[in-house]
Each structure stands twice: as C-alpha cells, then as structure tokens.
C-alpha cells in the first residue's frame, strides 16, 4: 500500500510473509524497494525513516512473520539541472517516443568541470517546447 502525503513523498507499508523471516530488515527492504539503493536503505533505518511494528530498529534487525513495516523515503533533492538550447533533428516523435538524430561529436554525457552537455534526458524535448 503506497500513500502520499503534502511533500508528495511516498509512505511504503509492507507486512512481512513467513517466507522472509529471518531476512535482515535492510537486505529485505532492498530486495523489496529495488528503485532505491541499498545504502540510502541503510541510512533511512538509521535514522528512523523505517519502523518495524512502530520502532525504530538496527539495519540487522532480523525480520518476524507478520512485522509490519513503514519507511518514509526522505523528499527529492531538488534538481539544479537546467535545458540547454541544443538543435535536434527529430526523427519521429509521439507521446511514447522521441527519435533523435544525433549529429556526431555531440556531447552526449555532462562534462564534469562544466556540466554542460547533459543530453540524454528530458531537457532537449523541454527545452522544445
């Protein structure tokens, strides 16, 4: 069951089957929220953004048949990206695809000392539109 609430982030309830007993709760939650890393899992149990049966626990806390968990991810970090003006030769586009010439020697990956060059995303159609 997934809930949101005014921060539009996501409250995950889980209850734990007796097949995943014994699992420790971080290894659990990572196989179970796959989007998110394992680390950042850590680090919410560590800080209390997972409850088991209400409590807050260690990341080794080994799981019972029936636990009920609740993790409250942390909001998004707010993105600072910004679109570039870059020519496009679109191909084709539809609501599900946007096919794109790409012209050779076109920076394709953000350049690390500048950050310019992120291509691969959402900001060229944005930058379109």
Same mark, same amino acid.
């Given at each position: 069951? !997934?809930?949101?609430?005014?921060?539009?982030?996501?409250?995950?309830?889980?209850? !734990? &089957? &007796? =097949?995943?007993?014994?699992?420790? !709760? @971080?290894? #659990?939650?990572?196989?179970?929220? &796959?989007?998110?890393?394992?680390?950042?899992?850590?680090?919410?149990? %560590?800080?209390?953004?997972?409850?088991?049966? *209400?409590?807050?626990?260690?990341? =080794? #806390?080994?799981? /019972?048949?029936?636990? %009920?968990?609740?993790? @409250?991810?942390?909001?998004?970090?707010? =993105?600072?990206?910004?679109? %570039?003006?870059?020519?496009?030769?679109?191909?084709? %586009?539809?609501?599900?695809?946007?096919? !794109? @010439?790409?012209?050779?020697?076109?920076?394709?990956?953000?350049?690390?000392?500048?950050?310019? *060059?992120?291509?691969?995303?959402?900001?060229?159609?944005?930058? /379109? &539109?």
């Amino acid at each position: 069951m !997934v809930e949101t609430d005014e921060t539009r982030t996501e409250t995950i309830r889980l209850k !734990v &089957s &007796s =097949s995943d007993a014994g699992r420790r !709760v @971080d290894a #659990y939650l990572s196989r179970r929220l &796959s989007r998110f890393s394992r680390s950042s899992i850590r680090r919410w149990v %560590e800080n209390n953004r997972v409850l088991v049966c *209400g409590q807050g626990r260690k990341p =080794s #806390y080994r799981l /019972r048949p029936g636990d %009920e968990i609740r993790v @409250d991810p942390p909001p998004p970090e707010p =993105s600072h990206l910004t679109p %570039e003006p870059i020519p496009l030769n679109v191909l084709h %586009e539809d609501p599900c695809l946007l096919l !794109v @010439d790409k012209p050779a020697g076109q920076v394709v990956h953000r350049e690390p000392a500048t950050g310019a *060059g992120l291509w691969p995303t959402p900001w060229p159609t944005i930058w /379109r &539109s």
